[in-house]
């Protein structure tokens, strides 16, 4: 799978391959499919559009994207599963990623109790782009150093790390529907973000990452984060945020804080669709093309 090409990249889709499908099926209990109902541990069932997860369908929706980077969907909790049962769901990920055609590339997932390196290493040769890590992984300072072993594999392979939201602990009652990516994801990507920038870097010096769904916005926070912690905010050329679930204002707040070269494209299918956030062409650019290629490839700024 190569990474790039000559047109936007893509960072962060989910398209479930035949063979997951078909192990989520064939689970008693969460996560699993009954027919299309997707039925996890914390969240209410959600009907899944089978439709949704057909490559061709999907390559046709932009065929101006040269690289569309699909990961496990990890609100479905697999890589917190013992591993016993983990390993044949991310055997089923992984070996479907790696069929899929162009324009697809695929991000790696592991199980938080035993990442087993040696099958990630054998991943990376066989061109996934990185590891797709649950933001509890980054959820505090502690759970960062407890994951620094894995993090530094990564880090000296010099392979990128996508942080994505993961399973919820449990909803209130009678919440709606968007409840769990508006709240839950959104506070679960807040936490990965300031637990980072408190110990991240002076664990892992050349780590280079990306949260997805711009963090939540949580460096829209960073006045708090000076006036509460007496310190100021400085921007991190290797730590970028992807666009998806996010329009023209939260783009722009991004943008803001950040700059525009740790900002790439992300859109979330088939969940969202990429927002057009009126920055012009040159920002079109650094965001769907030169930006994705730092990420993945580590050019200098």
């Known amino acids: 799978m190569a990474v790039l090409g000559s047109g936007r990249v893509d960072v962060h889709q989910h398209l479930w391959p035949a063979a997951l499908v078909d192990a989520l099926r064939e689970r008693t209990r969460p996560p699993m499919l009954r027919s299309w109902t997707l039925h996890c541990a914390s969240e209410s069932p959600y009907d899944v559009v089978a439709a949704d997860h057909d490559p061709a369908a999907r390559a046709a929706l932009e065929p101006d994207v040269s690289r569309a980077l699909v990961s496990l969907s990890t609100p479905l909790g697999i890589e917190y599963l013992p591993p016993d049962e983990a390993r044949p769901l991310l055997d089923a990920w992984h070996g479907g990623a790696r069929e899929l055609p162009e324009p697809f590339g695929a991000w790696a997932a592991a199980s938080v109790l035993d990442p087993d390196v040696e099958r990630l290493d054998d991943l990376r040769r066989a061109g996934f782009v990185g590891l797709q890590v649950p933001a509890g992984v980054f959820g505090s300072p502690a759970a960062i150093e407890a994951a620094a072993p894995l993090l530094a594999w990564c880090e000296q392979?010099?392979?990128?790390?996508?942080?994505?939201?993961?399973?919820?602990?449990?909803?209130?009652?009678g919440v709606p529907s968007w409840w769990a990516p508006v709240v839950d994801y959104v506070a679960q990507l807040h936490a990965a973000w300031w637990a980072w920038h408190a110990v991240g870097r002076s664990l892992l010096p050349d780590l280079r990452l990306c949260f997805v769904a711009g963090a939540g916005l949580a460096p829209a926070h960073h006045e708090r984060f000076a006036v509460r912690s007496g310190n100021r905010f400085v921007v991190d050329p290797n730590v970028f945020v992807e666009t998806s679930s996010l329009g023209r204002q939260g783009i722009d707040a991004l943008v803001r804080t950040l700059g525009i070269d740790v900002v790439v494209l992300g859109s979330d299918r088939p969940y969202a669709e990429p927002a057009d956030p009126c920055l012009g062409d040159?920002?079109?650019h650094a965001v769907g093309v030169v930006n994705p290629t730092r990420l993945l490839e580590g050019a200098a700024p």
Not at 160 to 166: A, E, F
Request: aromatic share 4%; net charge positive.
């Open 157 to 173: 392979r010099q392979w990128p790390v996508l942080v994505h939201p993961g399973p919820v602990a449990g909803q209130p009652r």
């Open 282 to 284: 040159a920002a079109a």
